[in-house]
């Protein structure tokens, strides 16, 4: 099956619990299907580059995904109609990544130029 990287972006007034719920459940949802979701990385809270929906911020979670095409169609599908997700973004990927996504790899440095 091809890999997946999926990004989705839930709205601020949620809970952190509530937006990694939204994780499990789709992860649920994608391996009752005969998918496999690889790995689950919550980035937190963060900033919007432009407003969606009225909103400035959004929790943002990432999966790595070994699933078949008909299924990311699908699980778009859902996304879409979902009022907590604002926005997702799926890209297809060689190999599954190894280590932490470049998210949570630049944690705890300071890149910030003086």
Do not use: C
Request: proline content about 6%; hydrophobic content about 35%.
């Amino acid at each position: 099956m091809p890999y997946y990287e999926h990004t989705f972006i839930a709205r601020p007034d949620l809970t952190p619990q509530q937006a990694q719920g939204l994780a499990e459940d789709f992860s649920k949802w994608i391996e009752e299907r005969g998918g496999r979701v690889a790995r689950v990385e919550y980035w937190g809270l963060r900033q919007l580059a432009y407003r969606i929906k009225k909103h400035r911020k959004g929790h943002y979670v990432f999966m790595v995904l070994d699933v078949p095409k008909d299924l990311v169609a699908e699980l778009e599908h859902r996304e879409r109609f979902s009022e907590d997700i604002l926005r997702h973004l799926t890209v297809k990927v060689k190999e599954l990544p190894e280590g932490p996504s470049p998210m949570l790899a630049g944690r705890g440095r300071d890149d910030r130029r003086r």
